[in-house]
């Protein structure tokens, strides 16, 4: 499966981004995606999780409120909303796909490259 991030860019502090995660290739009936965010020097962190179902999906601590997931299955897309943006989201942004949702990055199999976000 191959994964492309797109939608990151340079926002002022309060604003607003909209991150899209495109899944092309084979993937498992049932999946999860992972979205992380990692600056120079850290761990990935994570952000949101969800099931490519309607199950609920799983927010950081540090978004929750902020962001919002939605998903396209039968696109095999999912979408990370992030509004009230704050310096400290910055970073490079990835999605990845797993079978299960954990916030552990080591459980992801596959990853895109990501799309940097910064805010200012």
């Known amino acids: 499966v191959q994964l492309v991030e797109s939608g990151g860019g340079s926002v002022q502090a309060g604003g607003s981004l909209r991150l899209s995660c495109a899944a092309s290739?084979?993937?498992?009936?049932?999946?999860?995606v992972g979205w992380f965010r990692q600056v120079p020097g850290k761990a990935r962190e994570a952000v949101a999780t969800h099931y490519n179902d309607n199950e609920r999906p799983y927010y950081a601590d540090s978004v929750k409120g902020r962001v919002t997931v939605a998903r396209d299955n039968g696109l095999k897309k999912s979408y990370l909303q992030m509004n009230d943006l704050k310096p400290e989201d910055s970073g490079m942004y990835y999605c990845s796909i797993g079978d299960y949702c954990t916030f552990v990055a080591g459980a992801y199999e596959a990853w895109g490259r990501g799309t940097q976000v910064t805010v200012s």
């Open positions: 290739g084979a993937t498992r009936r049932r999946y999860c």
